[in-house]
């Protein structure tokens, strides 16, 4: 903490929200503010002058899109979804005239209806076609094949949501693993939210070998304490739409 | 809405969890955030990425904002420019068009208001005192987030330059606003 005179403090906190601290002296920055509370003070002395720089700019409107994507990404209006969105779902539960009437065909019936769902609300949100070419989703689904997580991996992020239908244990995480197809040991994507959403960094390992599935464990605080999932509850596999 | 006090009223109610109230504060304060968010990442999609993801933030952590951090704008404003300089880390081919920079601009905007008065005159008067080249280089860094080595590259100056520059001119500034 020697070194973090008052003047080295400003130094770093200016940078840093201006944008120009990088690479490690960004990351031991952003370490240093978890440890010294007198440093996140300056930081904010630094936000407050610097973004009040924003007023200098006339406001654009963005698209009207914009806030009805937060909404469904904050899932305020999941009991109201606008009739583009209902409409997937119902063409695809009806693909073929034959439904099978066994018994132990509707969980999967059930499974498909909930991937419908989610494929329906993330094909909702406008994407530029350049911009993701293909989207690769996972869908969590508990025993009832009730959708838990949803999880969108992006190029460079792993965007993770719980639904309301997932009720965490009391001191228990849970923690998104990769199983790779070469039968390497399960590689922690990191813990999952337990409401709400999260963006987890893309491990670079998702390219590099073939995936067999997902797989989620039930984890005591902080995660696995040896580095290998304590006890697998659920696995999923990604989808590419 | 057109006073800090009245954002205020709106972001603390969207901490208890008031979304009508959330959704007044978007109203209000999204073309300025998206604006901003523009200038950086340059590509409507990106920028509008970025802002969402900004008020999934605010959303959840409104309860969190201080006085100390600026006005409700300014805060908001810092939560998008974090969210757009990650994104501008994290993409490694940037910028390759300016496409979507020309867009129908509000010149009366009523958000100006919501930076509280005093602070915004006071930067930007801080700002004009700075000298030229150390003022643009600033304003690289800050409307479009460039790093050092592209505001090098953008104004020819050497890297080591550009850095005491940037350095110095940060200190002038805060002399300047506290002053």
Not at chain 1, 72 to 89: D, S
């Amino acid at each position: 903490m020697n070194y973090l005179t008052e003047e080295r403090k400003n130094a770093l906190a200016s940078e840093y929200v201006l944008g120009t601290l990088h690479g490690r002296a960004r990351i031991r920055f952003q370490r240093l503010l978890m440890q010294h509370r007198s440093l996140r003070h300056v930081l904010w002395q630094w936000e407050s002058r610097l973004n009040s720089l924003g007023g200098g700019l006339a406001a654009v409107p963005p698209r009207p899109e914009l806030w009805e994507k937060i909404q469904q990404q904050l899932g305020f209006n999941t009991a109201e979804l606008p009739a583009n969105v209902v409409r997937l779902p119902q063409a695809s539960a009806t693909p073929h005239k034959e439904q099978p009437a066994n018994n132990s065909w509707k969980w999967l019936t059930g499974a498909a209806t909930a991937a419908a769902l989610v494929l329906a609300i993330f094909l909702a949100m406008p994407q530029s076609p350049s911009e993701r070419l293909s989207t690769q989703i996972a869908v969590v689904q508990g025993e009832k094949a009730q959708a838990l997580w949803s999880i969108e991996l992006g190029k460079n992020e792993l965007v993770v949501t719980a639904t309301v239908n997932f009720k965490a244990l009391p001191d228990q995480d849970y923690e998104l693993w990769m199983i790779a197809a070469d039968g390497r040991p399960p590689v922690s994507l990191g813990l999952l939210p337990k409401q709400g959403k999260l963006i987890l960094q893309r491990n670079a390992i998702l390219d590099q070998v073939k995936i067999a599935a997902l797989a989620v464990s039930q984890e005591p605080l902080g995660g696995s304490p040896n580095g290998q999932p304590t006890k697998v509850l659920y696995t999923t596999e990604i989808v590419t739409i | 809405m057109n006073s800090n006090q009245d954002a205020l009223r709106l972001l603390s109610a969207t901490a208890q969890g008031d979304r009508l109230a959330f959704e007044e504060l978007y109203k209000h304060t999204a073309g300025k955030l998206y604006a901003i968010s523009l200038q950086m990442l340059r590509r409507r999609e990106l920028a509008e990425d970025a802002v969402q993801e900004a008020f999934v933030r605010i959303w959840h952590n409104a309860g969190e904002y201080q006085q100390e951090k600026g006005s409700v704008l300014t805060w908001m404003t810092t939560i998008v420019r974090y969210r757009a300089l990650d994104m501008l880390r994290a993409t490694k081919s940037r910028r390759e068009s300016d496409e979507d920079v020309e867009e129908a601009e509000d010149e009366n905007s009523p958000e100006k208001e919501l930076y509280t008065e005093r602070d915004r005159v006071l930067i930007d008067r801080c700002m004009s005192l700075l000298e030229g080249q150390q003022r643009e280089m600033i304003q690289l860094a800050y409307f479009r987030g460039f790093t050092h080595a592209e505001v090098c590259e953008h104004t020819g100056s050497p890297l080591g330059s550009v850095k005491t520059w940037i350095r110095r001119g940060l200190e002038r500034l805060k002399r300047c606003v506290e002053a």
